[in-house]
Each structure stands twice: as structure tokens, then as C-alpha cells.
């Protein structure tokens, strides 16, 4: 417990030497690798059932090269698709905006230290130091969870077209 305490109290100092916009980059994180982890979840699970579905759906059709029945292939591969695509650009502007969050902590933490320039004419160092934690631990922080995300985006990007592309080479206009 000891050890949690201790951990917790790490964070909070970090926070604090960070500023709020560290809070903001949290969040943005979190809500991110949620969805990222919920696109993984999606692709290993429930995924299997729509393309299944889809298979019998085509395989039930008795003739399949008339312009109806492409025009019905097209329609069973949006279907999947767009379940399939589902929040992925959701997960790619999460990640464009960590690193705007951090630009944001280093424009924050940059007034501080001129504010504190003006006041004092640069002659109080610490707290000068103070700004300028406030304005490169956010940035190292949103650039952290943009290169992250990206990682997780590239990710679920290339299952998702893997995907795609497999179910379209699965429905065969045949017969």
C-alpha cells in the first residue's frame, strides 16, 4: 500500500511540475488507447460473426454476375467495412491533437516565465525554473502519447485494410 501511495504521490508531483495541460494529455490518451484497445477487441472477437454473416449472405445467392448481384457485393462489403473503420479516424485525430496539447503546455509554461521575467527582471531564478518545467515536461508528455498512439493507429490501420481486403477477394462473383 505503502508502495501505491508513493507511486500516487510521484504523479502528482510530475502534474504539478507539468501543469494541467498534463491532465488534458492524460485523458486524450486514455479516451485514445481505449479506442484503439476496442478496435483490437473488435478485430479478435465480433468481427468473425459480420464477415460470416456476410459469406452466407453472398454464398445463399444462387447467380452472382448480373450488375444485382455486384451491386449487392459492394453493399455487403460497406456493411463490414464501415464496422470495420469504425473509429479509426477518431484514433488518428486523438493522435494528431497530443502533441497540439503539448505545444499548448509550452505556450502556457513560456507566459509563466515571462511573466515571471517581468516581474521580478530575471532575477529569480527558481521560479523562472518553474516555467520552463511547465512548458518542456508537456511537450515531451504529448509527444510521448502522439508516438504511442501512432504505434497503436498503424496497428489497427493495417488489420482494418487487411480485413477489407480479405473479405472482398472472400466474395467471388463465380457463378
Sequence with gaps: ????????????????QGGTVLLWIAVL????????????????????????????????R????SWNAHQIRLALVS??????NSNLDMVATCVAICP????????TGMIEVFTVLGATGGGDAKAMAGGV???????MAGMVAALSGLFGN???SNIAQRENQLLEDHLTMDH
Design 1 to 16: 500500500m505503502l508502495a501505491l501511495m508513493d507511486a500516487l504521490d510521484a504523479i502528482i508531483a510530475f502534474v504539478e
Design 29 to 60: 490518451s486514455f479516451v485514445m488507447w481505449t479506442l484503439i484497445f476496442e478496435r483490437i477487441w473488435f478485430y479478435k472477437g465480433a468481427l468473425k460473426s459480420d464477415v460470416q454473416n456476410a459469406l452466407d449472405s453472398w454464398e445463399a
Design 62 to 65: 444462387s447467380e452472382r454476375k
Design 79 to 84: 456493411r463490414v467495412s464501415e464496422k470495420v
Design 100 to 107: 497540439l496539447l503539448g505545444l499548448l503546455g509550452t505556450v
Design 133 to 139: 518545467s511547465k512548458a518542456t515536461i508537456p511537450t
Design 154 to 156: 498503424t496497428y489497427i
